[in-house]
């Protein structure tokens, strides 16, 4: 990255994580170009620059020649920002947009349970890996990589079998964010082995073509992870 991608960088962190924590909020104006040069000790290109990605991230609106103001982002903005409140905000709005996110997540993979019996879809994918996680709890030494990885597969293959690409698409935008949070929960001492047995035991039921019994065993196992990830926040 060169020099000026690295001032335009910490300018446009500087800015939003100002706007997400609130220090700028809806319809406050930025200083003019000039001063913010002054402010960030940069060229008045650098500040052009950040203030067009933080515009195209939905952070600001620009009104060219008079002023360029905060936007309220949560109804503006893209699917970026839930990434940005993930990583950056602090306190009641973090923990807000990850009961959410979880509540999408939840939304996406009982979508895709009813989906895959009412349509008959296959679920070869989602038995091979399985398998797989059988095959690795019988090794001695458990990595939580390994562990996260295997967990995630299998979460998204399940909406992946649904045939709902645009489903898919949605859950997969917050695909960072959901290894860290799997990952939180098995840091907390879950049991893998657990864990697969509730795998098992949902893909007995799509074999079956037991709905209800899918659905309650599936909301069972997001439930208490969603208890589990947001007591460790």
Known sequence: MTKIANKTFDVVKDIQNKIINRVLKPGDKLLPLREMAIQYATSRSVINSAI???????????????YVQVNDFLYSGSLDIVKDIYKESI?????????????????AELDAIKQIIDNKKPINILENILEREQKYIENSVFEIEDIVKL???????????????VLFLLYMSFKDIELDLVKRFYYSKAKFTNVIKIHNELLQALIAED????????????????KVVLSEL
């Open 52 to 66: 067009h990605i933080l515009s195209t991230k939905g952070y600001l609106e620009v009104n060219p020649r008079h």
């Open 91 to 107: 306190g009641e709005l973090r923990s807000k947009t990850i009961k959410e996110v979880l509540n999408i997540r939840l939304f």
């Open 211 to 226: 709905k209800a019994k899918a659905l309650l065993i599936w909301t069972d196992l997001l439930k208490k992870g969603e």
């Open 151 to 165: 967990d995630c597969e299998f979460h998204e293959n399940l909406v992946g079998c649904s045939d709902n690409s």
